[in-house]
């Protein structure tokens, strides 16, 4: 194959710019040092990159989710649970409402609008600094 053209790789990606996009990851990954999957031929890696998506040598999906993952500054590894955590955590809080329904004399600090405006009154206004 002397030249690619899009037109040999539309079939394999239907947009056009995920096509470019994908292409353009695999050029990079090839620059990179990854294994090419198609002979050279003295093409430049963007030749090279969309000679494996016509040639089918590499999945558009598979470089789409890498490309993904390239671009993902922070990745969630999705991890499960112990369940003995949950189960000690679940106790804990039953174990906690029960004192709280033992003690119905709960007091709560109260303050009047006047208490209020007289600590807002004392308060200090910070330092102006160069910085603002």
């Known amino acids: ?17 995920e096509l470019v996009l994908l292409a353009g990851h695999r050029a990079r990954q090839i620059s990179q040092g990854a294994m090419i999957t198609v002979p050279r031929d003295n093409d430049k890696n963007p030749v090279v990159a969309l000679r494996e998506i016509a040639d089918e040598t590499l999945s558009p999906d598979d470089l789409k989710e890498d490309l993904i993952h390239s671009l ?3 990745v969630e590894v999705d991890e499960p649970e112990a369940e003995g955590e949950v189960i000690a955590d679940q106790t804990g809080a039953v ?33 102006k600094s160069d910085d603002y």
């Open 1 to 17: 194959m002397a030249r690619v053209t899009v037109e040999d790789c539309i079939d394999k990606v239907d947009n056009r710019f």
């Open 72 to 74: 993902q500054k922070h």
């Open 95 to 127: 174990a906690a409402a029960e004192t709280d329904d033992a003690e119905d004399n709960i007091a709560f600090d109260r303050m009047t609008e006047e208490d209020l405006l007289a600590g807002i009154e004392g308060l200090v206004p910070p330092e």
